[in-house]
């Protein structure tokens, strides 16, 4: 059974940085896509950024490149969102999901991942 757990939201001033860290059991991950998503309030679920098989293989939504970066450490079995200058519209409970395959084209595409996170709550004051 996949089991994914998000950890290390918070309270944040704009301009702040917060990493977010999905560990998961069940499921070695570098053997999966594994994407972050984020739903503000009131608002669907958007892509934020994914990570596929190689770790340089990553994808990142225009409004969150050049400043929020994902990575990976095997050996905890986890992947981490580095979120920097962060800003008020970044608010928002963020979700790792996972596949074992997710085709380049549908990257961005939340029906595409199978497993999910119970999601971590970020708040960027200004």
């Known amino acids: 059974q996949v089991q994914l757990v998000e950890s290390g939201g918070g309270l944040v001033q704009a301009g702040g940085a917060l990493r977010l860290s999905c560990a998961a059991s069940?499921?070695?991950?570098?053997?999966?896509?594994t994407g972050w998503f984020r739903q503000a309030p009131g608002k669907g679920r958007t892509f934020v950024a994914a990570?596929?098989?190689?770790?340089?293989?990553?994808y990142y939504a225009d409004s969150v490149k050049g400043r929020f970066t994902i990575s990976r450490d095997n050996a905890k079995n986890t992947v981490y969102l580095q979120m920097n200058s962060l800003q008020p519209e970044d608010t928002a409970v963020y979700y790792c999901?996972?596949?074992?395959?997710?085709?380049?084209?549908?990257?961005?595409?939340?029906?595409?991942?199978?497993?999910w996170g119970q999601g971590t709550q970020v708040t960027v004051s200004s």
């Open positions: 999901a996972t596949k074992p395959w997710v085709i380049v084209s549908a990257i961005t595409r939340e029906d595409q991942y199978s497993s």
């Open positions: 990570m596929r098989t190689s770790a340089t293989d990553t």
């Open positions: 069940g499921v070695t991950l570098n053997r999966y896509t």
